[in-house]
Every structure is written in C-alpha cells, then in structure tokens.
C-alpha cells in the first residue's frame, strides 16, 4: 500500500537504501528492481526518484554501504594484529569472510558496470582507495625501505591474488580443477611465499 | 530467410557454434539470442533445437570451444620455453593474453552458472582439468620432491591469482586502486615471488 509524506527525504533514503541491500543480499542483484524496492518500503515508484537518480545510482550507493561495512571488518581484523605479516593474513582473511558471508552483495561491487558515459563519482574510488590503503600500510610496515611504487605493486598482487581466490571459490570453480583447498588455506600460502619471495 | 534441408545435422551444428561464438566475441554473452542466432545461419530457432537442447547447451558449448582455444594458446606457449619457471610465466602470460583478446568469451566460462538441478557435464570439467594440467606439469618439474598435494595448492594459488589479475584488470578495477601495474607485470611479481617463497 503505498504511503504519502510519512518519512523525510533523509529517511526514505535510509529506508530504501536498507531494503535495496537486504533484496540484494537476500536474492542477488537481478531481484532488485524499482518495483520490487517500492514494495519493500510502502511507497511508490515515483517516490524513489526522489532518493535515486536512476537504477545505477541506486545500485552504487548499496555498492558504497557494502565497500564501507568490508572496510569495518577489514580495519577491525587488522587492528586485531601485532605484527605486519599477520596483519596481511588477517586482511586477506577478513576480505574472503566477507565474500562468502555476503556473496552476492561483494559480486555485485565488482559485476556492476556503469554506462561508459557515466563516471565514477569520486567517493565510490575513495572508499575502494581506503580498503586498498589498509593493505598498503601493513605492507609498508613489512617491506622496510621498499619505495611507495613497490608497496603499490605487492598491495596490487595481493588484492588481486586474494580476489581470485574467492571469485573461484564463490563460483565453485576451485573444485574442477580437482578441489581440496580451501579458500583460507590458499590464501595464506598466497600471502605467506609471496611476501618471503619479496623479502629475499 | 528460414532454409530447409541444406545441411546436415553435424553441418548445422558447426554452423550454429561458430555463429553463437562470434556474436558473445563481437558483443558480449547477453546479445546471444536463439533468434539472433537463427538469424545468423539463416535457419529458424526450432531448427537450433535439433543441435542444442536449450540455452545452457549451447552456452556450454560455446564455453567448450573457448577452453579448447584456450588451452590450444597456453599448450603452445608453455611448448616454446626449456625451463619451466618460465613456463609457469608463459602459461600465466597467455591466460591473460586470451583474456585481454577475447573479454567476452573469456567471462563467459565463469560467469554462466548452469541451473543447481543440472550437473556439469564430464567432458567440460576434464577441459578444465587439461588446461589446470599444464599449470601442474610445469610446477612438478620445478618443485622437486614435492607431493602432489603441494603442486594442486601451488598450482590452484598461481591460477587463482592470474585470474584475479585478469578479473580486475578487464574491469579496469586495479586502476581504481591507483593504478600504473599492467596485468603481465603483476603476474610476473606473483609467479616470481611466489615461486621463491616456494623454494625456500
């Protein structure tokens, strides 16, 4: 039944950002459609035009909540280490929980694609900039007087090292090629010889 | 134009997976139609069911033919090197080679996911354990002595990583992270130090 003037702009916003993430994390991204949300929240399409550019905008702003709430996890499993190496681990660990305790919200950050005449907006790479950041300064503690383009370098290897790990393992895919693995197990050994082969 | 009786069934069906694998080549697995198809080879779509029993069939056919490729541009480049670190190199080189050359079909293999009541077929997952195969031969004969067990995780760790790297970097998502490290220069720092790591 859809409602008129009950809630705010600032709370519609909060309320249907909040069911669109719940549709997404419930059913996956195909579910979510502006019919379906206006359903969720009581009101009617045109409303959340009032809140939404449009679908893409819709879908990088639960995008953003979902990059902040892998941010909180991340900063929190590293905070919980003493030494860099462990931080690395406990990054790598903490990137892959998340993956597969929210599957299709993580796939959605890295399958949604904007128009290519739309640009990115600036706070969407800053929060992806933050995450990365974390890795890099654990990184920085660990690889002594390594220049700020190789810390770059092993952060890039790592994340994308990590990232396939867990797209394979999400996908099921790990398994074909004969199984066994899991996800953690190769992400540490990933961690582990990469940084020993850099601090040869 | 619908034709009738022109070809033979195994003519048709040559016919039919050479047109569905240039449109997902040209513009992308969703542009792959049973109509665009019958399109394509001049037949009409209750001809295409004389060759592919639906549409995850012939996706998977499709996908079939692109692991062959695949595998046909890796078994090639890992042939042309006598050591086999830098076999391990090639190997990862021209995965990322086929990925860059052919985005479509690449991301076809991973993105379809077949209906949880259907199971793969035999023949795909051995395409898979082929290509999986010369990654193994390769790290055999560089990890001396080790168990088949530690090849499988060096193998799937190397594999995982490539394809993170080709993941993101298709998608344009390391240059969101800052940037300025080519796909083959990561690879190369993961097989590298990787490897080192290894032979401790």
Known sequence: MARRSEHSREELQRMALEAAAAIVEREGAAALTARKLATAIGYTVGTLYLVFRNLDDMILQVNAATLDALYREMAAASGRCRKPQRCVEALAGAYIDYAAAHPHRWRLVFDHHLP?????????????????????????????????????????????????????????????????????????????????GLAR
């Not at 790592?158 to 953690?184: E, F, R």
């Open 116 to 196: 290519a005449e739309v640009s990115m907006p600036n706070e969407y790479g800053e929060r992806i900039a933050r995450i990365f950041g974390l890795l890099e300064e654990a990184l920085s503690a660990l690889l002594d007087g390594a220049s700020p383009a190789a810390v770059h370098q092993a952060a890039s290897v790592l994340w994308a090292g990590v990232h396939g790990i867990c797209v394979l393992s999400l996908d099921d895919k790990l398994a074909v090629a004969g199984g066994g693995t899991s996800a953690h197990a190769l992400a540490t050994s990933l961690v582990n010889n990469y940084l020993a």
